[in-house]
Each structure stands twice: as C-alpha cells, then as structure tokens.
T-cell receptor, first 113, second 115 residues
Framework: GESVGLHLPTLSVQEGDNSIINCAYSNSASDYFIWYKQESGKGPQFIIDIRSNMDKRQGQRVTVLLNKTVKHLSLQIAATQPGDSAVYFCAENPWDQGGKLIFGQGTELSVKP | DTEVTQTPKHLVMGMTNKKSLKCEQHMGHRAMYWYKQKAKKPPELMFVYSYEKLSINESVPSRFSPECPNSSLLNLHLHALQPEDSALYLC??????????????FGEGSWLTVV
C-alpha cells in the first residue's frame, strides 16, 4: 500500500550540530506535508508544513525541503539543542482523501550535550 | 501549548466498564479527529468529523463510538474494551471542514489502560 517512510529510525547528534531527518512518500496525490515533533508523554506538536507548489520553507531554526521528483521530504534543524530530543513524524495529506493524514514511522532524535 | 484540550489525561477501565474521552477546541475549526497511538508507533486515524458529521470511519470496532455534540466538542465513548485497546488516544482539529490542506493540531492525548 502507499505509505510515508523514514530513512533512519534513530538519529544521534551533538548539541550545536545540524540535524537532518528524511522522509519518503509514495502517494502522488499528496499535496500537503507536515512535520510533527512528539516529546515523551505528549501529543504531536506541529513544527512546519509545506505545500506541493513549494520546494523549501523555513521556520525558526527549521527548514523543510520537498523534492517531488523523487518523492522525498526532509527536515533540517539548525544548532540542535537538547530540547529538540523527541520523535519526529512526517505526514502527508493526499488531496483525494479528505482529512486523512498518513504518517511516517517516525525518527527518534537524541541530542548529546 | 496546544489549543486542543483532552480529558481525562489518564483513564484506567475494566473490560465491562463504560467510559468517555472528551475533547474541546475553541479555534473555530470545523474538522475534528480521533487518532489512536501505540508506543513507538505513529498515530492511526480512527474517525473524522467534518462540520459535525462523521465523514471517515477507518473500520473501527463498534466498542468505540464517537460523538460530536457541536463544532467545539468531540467525544469518544468506550464500552467493552479489550486490553489491546490500551493506547494513547489523540484528538485533533483543523480549520477546513474537509480537513484538506490545513494544519491539523493535536491535543496532548488521553492515556487509556484497559484491565
């Protein structure tokens, strides 16, 4: 079936380094993508989104890149901090499936001080 | 902080009990959702309400019964659950009634344990 997947299940980085979390998707109907951060014991927190008419979008310390040619999405976190430690999920919203969000499997980011 | 509020935060219930999870949002959103999340797994969609009407039911067992009393409230009624139903239940909302192309905001979840 169609799915959103992540290339790495875990990622460990040194504090201050940049982090890159990758995501592959396969649904050609997806035109909206969201990255969520989920800390232990909490609900998913919206980080940044991007629509299919864009290749790049920047937020505060975060950048999302979308490559529609190869159906690839990435989240870049600049100057990673201990508070960034969490599980990161990418999610896609296919235009033909109403309100359905399809989540990737998640990447656990661990930041070493 | 999320503007989607869920109660209770923790619930322990027996397999013969009837309980309810509640969700509230005051962002004027017209789509509301229930997701189920097991440990170390992504959230799985259960139900979508669009303009207070059930628009998506992901083949959820009838022991889970959703209800949308108004555009701000969403309930999930629980009856005769099984231990494998123990999970984090997440409520979410989005502005667009069809839920398409709009940011979906999640609550902090209700941790359910079935004994």
């Amino acid at each position: 079936g169609e799915s959103v997947g992540l290339h790495l299940p875990t990622l460990s980085v040194q504090e201050g380094d940049n982090s890159i979390i990758n995501c592959a998707y396969s649904n050609s109907a997806s035109d909206y993508f969201i990255w969520y951060k989920q800390e232990s014991g909490k609900g998913p927190q919206f980080i940044i989104d991007i629509r299919s008419n864009m290749d790049k979008r920047q937020g505060q310390r975060v950048t999302v890149l979308l490559n529609k040619t190869v159906k690839h999405l990435s989240l870049q976190i600049a100057a990673t901090q201990p508070g960034d430690s969490a599980v990161y999920f990418c999610a896609e919203n296919p235009w033909d499936q109403g309100g359905k969000l399809i989540f990737g499997q998640g990447t656990e980011l661990s930041v070493k001080p | 902080d999320t503007e989607v509020t869920q109660t209770p935060k923790h619930l322990v219930m027996g397999m013969t009990n009837k309980k309810s999870l509640k969700c509230e949002q005051h962002m004027g959103h017209r789509a509301m959702y229930w997701y189920k999340q097991k440990a170390k797994k992504p959230p799985e969609l259960m139900f979508v309400y669009s303009y207070e009407k059930l628009s998506i039911n992901e083949s959820v067992p009838s022991r889970f019964s959703p209800e949308c009393p108004n555009s701000s409230l969403l309930n999930l009624h629980l009856h005769a659950l099984q231990p494998e139903d123990s999970a984090l239940y997440l409520c979410a909302s989005s502005q667009d009634g069809q839920g398409r192309g709009n940011t979906i905001y999640f609550g902090e979840g209700s941790w359910l344990t079935v004994v």
